[in-house]
């Protein structure tokens, strides 16, 4: 009983920012910008909370700069997706290549301690609400109000639009590129707090390459929940579970197979995916729209 | 509008345009394919800026730069494709961009409520709750037609609106636009059908090559005024043509009809012979079947009913699949319409694209292994020989201009002397040196013995060409004629489907 308790907390742990990121991702993706740069953002919002907490002992500080950091992050992705029309996929990829580099750049020749930040004391972490992270409340909020942002307000609607036929929305004298850049600022902002609760609520302090993969485990997670708000939470929920159970099967030893690598259970998340998608939730169709960029002239 | 001047980079669209619309009025606009006639609407509409003139409504002078200035104007476009967000609800479609507010359930309702007075009012029935991707075509024409009134339009203007409609369709069609101007709308058709200008416009507009040609009351002209101010008087520069020595049937198609994925006619009941050592030219504004019929024959389709008998005496049948490669084996080489996407490899080397389609022959290659140096040495032969330039065969296929990039084509399908040859918009795009060469080409070829049919939306072209015209209206040839006979009235009026 008390196991299982505490896997159910390890997984609401590692859930956090996942849905942050899944939903920064389904937001992006529903309004027709594809974004491969989720974990560039979240990285980058890490290393600006680890940094700006390091210095100034404040985490909501740090949070703020996290914010701040992967917005801007998520504007210069619109810059190229959406004003100079360029390939979303690479414009992502670079964002995540930039940032793996830059941060540990920047630690470097700020802190001269490997790349890391130093470590933050209690005081410099997200306290504590109702026996939880105080981030993991907005987190879990997050999707009920996104949930019906989307789908019973005039922006969710223009926003979802958007993603499936921006000539539609043209037309009917919305502006397609100012509903897009509202949308990767969102993404950006929903990163940047992920990243913050990676490295000042779950760690303490900024490590190398710290968002490990989630960013795209994010995108995996929007894929299986088919581009909708509860399916992409719950597919997020579930490899937050995988990932709880994988810790904790770190050298157990199970009968006939034998000790089982840790990097097996880390690639059922991606496994699952493949093979969910292929027979058991049918097809995944995505925002219509999504990857191309919008041009007026026939 | 008064002197609207429009440009795409060398192409004048719009040349001193004016129109002059009365309120409550059902209002023409006709003219052959890129008369400007679209052109002229998306200005209108704030989809494109014009160059110059200007507009007014009402007699004040308006300032139109985007779709929402129109909208603010009362215009607004039933475009041709149809700019519904197919993953929608009915009811959604309708009301994006123009909500009412932030929160939706505070004002579907009273959207709902709209709907349901509109269809009183006009007889557009739709279900509000249906996804549009699921409706047919005619219902999702009547979405469109709602959310412009929904948006308070007082003028509507509907791009070719029966295009892509069944008989059926258009017919509610014009019973909802004569529900609209009973209410005082005013209504812009954009359209070269004449028949359906006669049948419901109060008055017409005819544009041609950029410029407004006239303006009529519909009671006090004809088709055939209309049809000659359309096609315009036209000097056919003739060609020295030896006359023709006709020869066996070398195609021969009969009864051939298809339709697309949505249950429209394309083809109906097409049937001719094409004899060896002519040319039959296909006249028509484009989409009356031309580009199905051709893809119908070159083996890029399959048809529902007919019989296609290729030039070896292989006969092809309903069931039969599509295949283009087992057309060309019969003898039937193919220069399609549309040169960048189905006549060569874009991306790809001038060499690439000079022997695609043929790329099997034992000439280029052995087990599966491409010979680039003989195809190199081919690739420039056919370059001298039908004046290609630049001369690089190694130069992507994209690169070069309109004309040389035809001339390749023609090189291609032209050089082993196929018994019959399928030509689509041959000059399209192309200079007029250009234009001369691949005539003067299509001629040898014909005197040679070879069947050519030729399928252009240029008169001048068909005239010069043809030795027989057939002319396409709405999936079915509806008249047959000899170049001497075929004036501009007998060829407007049969294009436009008013004889």
Known sequence: MNELVSLLAATVRVAVPLILAGFAGLVSERAGIVDIGLEGKMLAGAFAAAAIAAVTGNVWLGLLGAVAAAGVLGLVHGFVAITQRGNQVVSGMAINILVSGLSMTLGLAWFAQGGRTPPLPPGARFPELFGQDVLVWPAFLLVPLGWWVLSHTSFGLRLRAVGENPAAVDTAGVSVARLRYAAVLIAGVLCGVAGAYIATAQAAGFVRDMTGGRGYLALAAVVLGKWRPFPTFAACLLFAGLDAVAIRLQGVVVPWIGQVPVEFVQAVPYVMTVVLLAGFVGRAVPPRAAGTPYVKDR | ?499
């Open chain 2, 1 to 499: 509008m008064r002197g609207i001047d429009k440009s795409f980079a060398a192409v004048r669209a719009n040349r001193g345009v004016d129109l002059a619309v009365a309120r409550g009025h059902v209002h023409g606009l006709i003219g052959e394919n890129g008369a400007g006639k679209s052109t002229l609407m998306s200005i209108l509409y704030g989809f494109y800026t014009a160059d110059a003139g200007d507009i007014r409504i009402d007699g004040a002078p308006v300032r139109i730069a985007d779709s929402r200035d129109a909208i603010r104007h009362g215009i607004e476009m039933v475009h041709q494709h149809f700019m519904l967000v197919e993953t929608m609800s009915v009811l959604e479609n309708v009301v994006l961009g123009a909500e009412g507010g932030a929160l939706l359930a505070r004002h579907l309702p009273a959207a709902r409520a709209t709907l349901r007075q509109l269809a009183a009012d006009y007889g557009l029935e739709v279900d509000p709750d249906a996804i549009v991707g699921d409706l047919a075509v005619g219902a999702q024409q009547r979405v469109e037609i709602v959310k412009a009134l929904y948006r308070g339009a007082d003028i509507l203007i509907l791009d070719e609106p029966t295009g892509v409609l069944t008989p059926q369709e258009a017919a509610d069609l014009f019973r909802v636009l004569a529900a609209l101007r009973a209410q005082g709308k005013t209504i812009i058709i954009v359209t070269h059908k004449l028949r359906e200008i006669m049948a419901i416009t109060d008055r017409v507009s005819v544009m041609r090559a950029g410029q407004m040609v006239g303006h009529r009351v519909t009671a006090q002209t004809s088709a055939e005024e209309l049809g000659e101010m359309m096609i315009g008087r036209r000097l056919a520069a003739r060609l020295d043509k030896a006359p023709t020595a006709l020869g066996a049937v070398a195609l021969a198609v009969a009864g051939v009809s298809l339709h697309d994925g949505f249950g429209v006619p394309r083809l109906k009941q097409v049937s001719f012979d094409l004899h060896a050592g002519e040319i039959v030219g296909i006249a028509g504004v484009a989409g009356n079947g031309q580009s199905e019929l051709l893809e119908a024959l070159s083996g890029m389709r399959a048809f529902d009913s007919g019989r296609i008998t290729l030039p070896n005496g292989a006969i092809v049948g309903p069931g039969d699949p599509a295949d283009a490669a087992a057309r060309r084996a019969a003898g039937l080489a193919h220069v399609p319409e549309d040169r960048l996407r189905t006549g060569l490899l874009a991306g790809f080397a001038a060499r690439e694209s000079a022997i695609l389609g043929y790329h099997e022959d034992a000439a280029y290659g052995r087990a599966g292994l491409l010979d680039w140096r003989r195809i190199e040495r081919h690739t420039a032969a056919l370059m001298t020989r039908y004046e290609v330039r630049p001369l690089l065969p190694k130069l992507r296929s994209a690169l070069f201009s309109g004309g040389n990039a035809q001339k390749l084509i023609l090189a291609r399908e032209m050089e082993r002397d196929p018994a019959v040859l399928l030509v689509g918009q041959p000059t399209r795009g192309v200079d007029i040196g250009g234009i001369d060469f691949i005539h003067r080409r299509l001629l040898a070829l014909r005197d040679r013995g070879a069947a050519i049919l030729l399928v252009s939306v240029e008169l001048e072209e068909i005239l010069r060409l043809a030795d027989r015209i057939l002319v396409m209206f709405d999936g079915a040839i509806v008249g047959a004629l000899r170049p001497d006979e075929a004036d501009e009235r007998r060829l407007g009026m049969l294009m436009a489907g008013a004889a």
